[in-house]
T-cell receptor, first 113, second 116 residues
Framework: EAQVTQNPRYLITVTGKKLTVTCSQN?????MSWYRQDPGLGLRQIYY???????DKGDVPEGYKVSRKEKRNFPLILESPSPNQTSLYFC????????????FGEGSRLTVL | KNEVEQSPQNLTAQEGEFITINCSYS?????LHWLQQHPGGGIVSLFM???GKKKHGRLIATINIQEKHSSLHITASHPRDSAVYIC??????????????????FGKGTKLSVIP
């Protein structure tokens, strides 16, 4: 089954404690991206990657890092989380040569205390 | 002013009604996505458009590049269509890495409630 898998789905952490949210897709997609969703602000793009070892900033990259060492994985790293990073995070992927349909993960709800 | 504006913000319809959700944008784009988010939070891609019109079942999406406007229509609406509908544009812009740009900017969504 074609899917994008995020882990963890729920996490409560404390300020400053490094964490990684993983994202994996099994569709051999070139494009992968991270978004955060906040009430009143909607979805905003954090980082995206067009292929292995190629990453670019979205609209809200501050406080986040990403890497794309393998085509299937695109982890989101919060080196020193702060309360303003409390949010619902989504990962998505797309095959650039196909219909361009975006496939989303189920979301990861992160709370930083 | 937001680069992507959706209207209306909220919409309540009776089952069977024809529904239109609008999306206007102010930036250059290469494509536009329509997404659906159900109350459980999951997001599903409905359409990607770069021109013209697409139809899938009871859903129709159109885009007018010159007017920078897209519409999502739902015919014969049903309570299971109740969800938030989100418009997202793929912006044309200088890529940082030279590999092409896929910067997405989202509208704030339209919350649709279809009453039986």
């Amino acid at each position: 089954e074609a899917q994008v898998t995020q882990n963890p789905r729920y996490l409560i952490t404390v300020t400053g404690k490094k964490l990684t949210v993983t994202c994996s897709q099994n569709m051999n997609h070139e494009y992968m991206s991270w978004y955060r969703q906040d009430p009143g602000l909607g979805l905003r793009q954090i980082y995206y990657s067009m292929n292995v070892e190629v990453t670019d900033k979205g609209d809200v990259p501050e406080g986040y890092k990403v890497s794309r060492k393998e085509k299937r994985n695109f982890p989101l790293i919060l080196e020193s989380p702060s309360p303003n990073q409390t949010s619902l995070y989504f990962c998505a992927s797309s095959g650039l040569a196909s219909t361009g349909e975006l496939f989303f993960g189920e979301g990861s709800r992160l709370t930083v205390l | 002013k937001n680069e992507v504006e959706q209207s209306p913000q909220n919409l309540t319809a009776q089952e069977g009604e024809f529904i239109t959700i609008n999306c206007s944008y102010s930036v250059g784009i290469s494509a536009l996505h329509w997404l659906q988010q159900h109350p459980g939070g999951g997001i599903v891609s409905l359409f990607m458009l770069s021109s013209g019109k697409k139809k899938h079942g009871r859903l129709i999406a159109t885009i007018n590049i010159q007017e920078k406007h897209s519409s999502l229509h739902i015919t014969a609406s049903h309570p299971r269509d109740s969800a938030v509908y989100i418009c997202a544009v793929r912006r044309v812009g200088a890529p940082y890495s030279g590999a092409g740009s896929y910067q997405l900017t989202f509208g704030k969504g339209t919350k649709l409630s279809v009453i039986p």
